[in-house]
Antibody, heavy 122, light 113 residues
Framework: QLQLQESGPGLVKPSETLSLTCTVS??????????WGWIRQPPGKGLEWIGS???????YDNPSLKSRVTISVDTSKDQFSLKLSSVTAADTAVYYC??????????????WGQGTLVTVSS | DIVMTQSPDSLAVSLGERATINCKSS????????????LAWYQHKLGQPPKLLIY???TRESGVPDRFSGSGSGTDFTLTISSLQAEDVAVYYC?????????FGGGTKVEIK
């Protein structure tokens, strides 16, 4: 059974960089069929897609985040990571990693991590 | 960007009754080349990650009870829970995967009346 697990600091200071890692187990990240993505949910709000990465390093991200996003992959460890720079209180959210099918970079999310709350505060 | 609009924001339904959630996309998510609608539905319970219910607008994910069904095409879609159970209390989201950025609807909260 595929499992995804987010890890990283739960508290980040304003203007600093949020860094999270997602570890995939029970399957390989190096599959041609899937992308690996990040989604977040601010308190009391809906879901927002942040971006996704393919095992070869190809990425798509959400332009609404104004180029603050860097997503990388480490196939040797079956991990992918998110960096979000210049954070503000508006970036406080539960961050999920998830897998989606590769339909030219798009897809529905069939496996999700449990999510991790990241709070931006001094 | 494709904007996904859900209605209603919330609804309260009696146990055993039907719940209907609507989702409208700002442009068609139907790919003419394969006649598939790039639309998924998720159930999100408090403290848990979202769970995939439906993809291709009407294909039920493995293990999802058959009281959940999806319908619609083009820009208008519906998720129906035919007989609401207590464990169905959750927020439901639609998502388009026709193009990036991938976008979700605002969510519909389903409660027991």
């Amino acid at each position: 059974q595929l499992q995804l697990q987010e890890s990283g600091p739960g508290l980040v200071k304003p203007s600093e960089t949020l860094s999270l890692t997602c570890t995939v187990s029970g399957g390989s990240i190096s599959s041609s069929s899937y992308y690996w993505g990040w989604i977040r949910q601010p308190p009391g709000k809906g879901l927002e897609w942040i971006g996704s990465i393919y095992y070869n390093g190809s990425t798509y991200d959400n332009p609404s985040l104004k180029s603050r996003v860097t997503i990388s992959v480490d196939t040797s460890k079956d991990q992918f990571s998110l960096k979000l720079s210049s954070v503000t209180a508006a970036d406080t959210a539960v961050y999920y990693c998830a897998r989606h099918y590769n339909y030219v970079g798009c897809g529905y999310f069939d496996y999700w991590g449990q999510g991790t709350l990241v709070t931006v505060s001094s | 960007d494709i904007v996904m609009t859900q209605s209603p924001d919330s609804l309260a339904v009696s146990l055993g009754e039907r719940a209907t959630i609507n989702c409208k996309s700002s442009q068609s998510v139907l790919y003419s080349s394969n006649n598939k609608n790039y639309l998924a539905w998720y159930q999100h319970k408090l403290g848990q990650p979202p769970k995939l219910l439906i993809y291709w607008a009407s294909t039920r994910e493995s293990g999802v009870p058959d009281r959940f069904s999806g319908s619609g095409s083009g820009t208008d879609f519906t998720l129906t829970i035919s007989s609401l159970q207590a464990e169905d209390v959750a927020v439901y989201y639609c998502q388009q995967y026709y193009s990036t950025p991938l976008t979700f609807g605002g969510g519909t909260k389903v409660e027991i009346k």
